[in-house]
Nanobody, 123 residues
Framework: QVQLVESGGGLVQAGDSLRLSCIVS????????VGWFRQPPGQEREFVATIAARGAYTLYGNDLKGRFYISRDDTKHTLSLQMHSLRPEDTAVYYC????????????????WGQGTQVTVSS
């Protein structure tokens, strides 16, 4: 059973930075593509960033590269998302996800999901 648990969310002000973490248990973490998605209030879940197995490559959602940085530590089975220059429109529930296929922006590629962590950015 693969389980993902996010942490690090909270209430911050516009311009602040925040770091999200996701610990993955079960399975072979280094074999998984792992990524972050977010769901703003009243909107669909959208792609944020993903990193391929063993860190082979990364992908970022529109306009996020340069503000957000995804990383993984295979020794600690941990996925991280460092977010800078946060904006009110970044307010959302952030989910981490894992899948055994290629890293992609497609939600359907990820079989395992965390429960989410709330990030709220005030103006």
């Amino acid at each position: 059973q693969v389980q993902l648990v996010e942490s690090g969310g909270g209430l911050v002000q516009a311009g602040d930075s925040l770091r999200l973490s996701c610990i993955v248990s079960g399975g072979t973490f280094s074999d998984y593509a792992v990524g972050w998605f977010r769901q703003p209030p009243g909107q669909e879940r959208e792609f944020v960033a993903t990193i391929a197995a063993r860190g082979a490559y990364t992908l970022y959602g529109n306009d996020l590269k340069g503000r957000f940085y995804i990383s993984r530590d295979d020794t600690k089975h941990t996925l991280s998302l460092q977010m800078h220059s946060l904006r009110p429109e970044d307010t959302a529930v952030y989910y981490c996800a894992a899948g055994s296929g290629p890293a992609t922006a497609n939600r359907g590629a990820y079989a395992y999901w965390g429960q989410g962590t709330q990030v709220t950015v005030s103006s």
